[in-house]
């Protein structure tokens, strides 16, 4: 239902506008009450910004960290998708092996930075593996929700076609689950973002989060700190965005329900 | 004064054999079908008519090899019923159809065996025959509910099946789209003479569609009378014998049709 009051064009960006403007208003109003020294101002960061622009880092390490996501979550998609799958389509597997799964769910990727130094040393890799159990979980556990929620009419449907098993599971299992599969998907690309610049500050020597850590070690640089974690939000935003557009792809948007 | 239909003068082409379905759930043993024996001849349309919860999906799922009967056996041309298939198509509520799949993919989904000219060919033919011209690459959620059960029952039609299994299929249409899609199967039966087990809990329906009207009992479903509907196609359903058959099975069920 569309409410009566929808907003007008202008009023959809306006508003949103208008905070964003307070936000930094505040912002800077309350670095000049408070006399800070350490902290930067709005224009401090933007002045941040340019410099890093200029100097030609940025664009090295926002390329690290989106190569390190891409790996570390395309290898969270490329096992975890076949994997939470066979997981759902044989419960009995399931069954077993869930509780171990539930268990290391939800210890945080941070917690596991020791063990992967200790796998795989200072470096991309540990950062990357990281990365990856941060997208797994999620993963293997939306395909695994996703393939159980499939109306038994419709495997019926399918079985009643003469479709083989593994026709039922690539004709009619997947495509119905595939909206559960994106949602999942997308809440695993969040977390890898998350998880990315976390162990950028530990493992490596390159990337946004190393950005960040730098910027702080090396003179107090505030500005730069800032600068880092507003561009690290709008990346963030970014990835989201886009992955949202799979959303609308006509065989899937049946799955998401403000869409018709 | 019972009419003159014989259905042993056709070839039989389902036989119920003394079936009997128990559930157990939660260690409760519910029986559902209580020594049900049916014989369908082929090309016949028949009504299977009972309340809500006796029994009608469990025997039509039976029927189509989706359950097995805890006792007893159904065969279809002579041979036992071991699991569903292509020659027999089960049509669900317009739940059934694909929300990913076009209305053409949808109708070509069983069709997957055969050379591409001849799919596309097929499925042309069915979106035409259900009117759906125009939609061919429509998704089901921007279809009205009328138009997905006719989608469903192309796809079924689509693979040339020699029966078909329909579960209140109309049962979620609203009161004219349902008298329209009555005649549209009707038009559909004529044309192309499957063997159709219908189910529904509408007493109307079943005299409106069916050759023969199977009234059940409530759980433990039984046979409570099998009725012929003596009356040709198209029916004129304010005649006396149509009121007269609607009537009695409206006793039978014990229902005096006065509110
Ligand atoms: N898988 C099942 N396990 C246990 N009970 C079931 C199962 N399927 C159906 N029933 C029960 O069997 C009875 C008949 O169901 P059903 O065949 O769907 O009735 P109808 O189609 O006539 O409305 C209902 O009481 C239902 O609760
Ligand atoms: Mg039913």
Redesign the pocket.
Known sequence: MKSLAEPKKWERYFWPILVSALFLALWHYSVIWTATRIFPSPLDVERGMAELLRENVLWGDIADSLRRVAIGFGAAVVLGIPLGLTFGWYPPVNQVVNPTMQILRPISPIAWIPVSIIFFGVGDDAAIFLIFLGAFFPIVVACVDGVSNVPSVSRRAGRNFGLAPWQLLAKVVFPAALPQIIVGLRIALGIAWLVVVAAEMIAVESGLGYLIIDSRNSGKRYDLVVAAMLLIGLIGLTLDLGFRRLERIKSVRWGFRNES | MEPFVTPAAVDTKLRVEHVNIV?D?DGKS?P?LNDISLEVGDGEFVCLL??????????LSTMAGFLSPTSGEIKIDGEAVRGPDPRRIFVFQERGVFPWLTVEGNIGFGLFKLPRAERERRIAYYVKMVGLEGFERTYPPELSGGMKQRLEVARALAVNPDMLFL?EPFGALDSITRLIMRGELLRIWEAERKTVIF?T?DIDEAVQLADRVVVMSA?P?TIQQIVNIDIPHPRDISSPRYLELRDGIFKQIGLAHKL
Do not use: E, I, Y
């Open positions: 559930f759930r519910t559902v009972g309340p809500s919860g006796c029994g009608k999906s469990t025997l579960d189910v809990h759980r479903a």
